[in-house]
């Protein structure tokens, strides 16, 4: 499981609760409360070209690619809450909504994502159908009829994601048990970066730690940035600063990427 690139979040990802949101453990929200919505937000000065939201935008997508459903639901409330979400972040929010059996929320956000597609004059995602049918059925609210055709491709589409989270969460103690076994550092690595997403910090904390003592790491930005939000996510900012730090040794590191971690790791507190 990698990122594509270890570029600057705007905040922690979520705590795994399977439930509606709590908010995250820095600039909470409660805008996914099944009791609780509201319009969508406008850009109160933002300008979605900044750092952040680059950054942000693209740690959403790779979380969504590498079934990091928490992760992407922490940074796709983030850009939502500056008013820079489009459809597609919308969307990839839904769908990892729907991957953890969180149809409350699965709800809330399919309704945004409709509403996002149509002002972008774009055809709404038929995924979004999907999973609302499926929650509204499930929670029996106005269950909608749909075509035995719909009906399986909505049935296909959520026991793929539920599968795909089940299968990474049931291959962790393995993975686990044979990277400590490998003399190679890039095992212990990826292995804390499943922690990660599934939002057990202090594990990834330990396995990536691991790794970088062992060596042989193919992405050591990666490596980093990993363990920097880990630490920080768990409060420990001390450290948080000096794995951040360390990206500067990393050889061919992009001066860009470099720049926003530093950038980063000024702010914390």
Not at 73 to 100: E, S
Request: net charge negative.
């Amino acid at each position: 499981m990698k990122l594509r690139s270890p570029i600057l979040p705007a905040a922690n990802a979520p705590n795994v609760s399977g439930q509606t949101d709590g908010g995250l453990s820095v600039a909470p929200s409660d805008s996914d409360t099944v009791a609780k919505t509201r319009p969508d937000k406008q850009s109160s000065g933002s300008d979605s070209s900044s750092p952040n939201i680059e950054a942000t935008h693209e740690l959403l997508r790779s979380a969504a690619d590498q079934h990091q459903y928490q992760a992407a639901i922490g940074y796709g409330k983030q850009i939502y809450d500056r008013g820079q979400a489009g459809p597609d972040d919308m969307l990839f929010v839904v769908q990892a909504y729907a991957a953890i059996n969180d149809c409350p929320n699965a709800l809330i956000w399919v309704d945004r994502a409709r509403n996002a597609f149509q002002a972008a004059a774009r055809e709404v995602d038929d995924s979004l159908n999907q999973i609302k049918s499926r929650c509204e059925s499930n929670s029996r609210h106005l269950p909608i009829a749909i075509s035995p055709d719909q009906r399986e491709r909505m049935i296909r589409l959520l026991n793929t994601f539920r599968e795909r989270a089940e299968a990474d969460r049931k291959n962790l103690p393995q993975l686990e048990a044979d990277a400590a076994k490998s003399n190679l550092g890039e095992a212990d690595v990826k292995v804390g970066e499943l922690y990660y997403g599934f939002g057990d910090y202090q594990h990834a904390i330990v396995a990536i730690q691991r790794g970088l003592d062992k060596g042989l790491v193919t992405h050591l930005d990666e490596a980093y940035v990993y363990l920097g939000r880990s630490q920080v996510a768990v409060g420990d900012i001390a450290d948080a600063r000096k794995s951040f730090a360390k990206l500067k040794d990393v050889p061919n590191i992009s001066p860009r990427v470099l720049s926003l971690w530093e950038l980063y790791a000024d702010t914390l507190k």
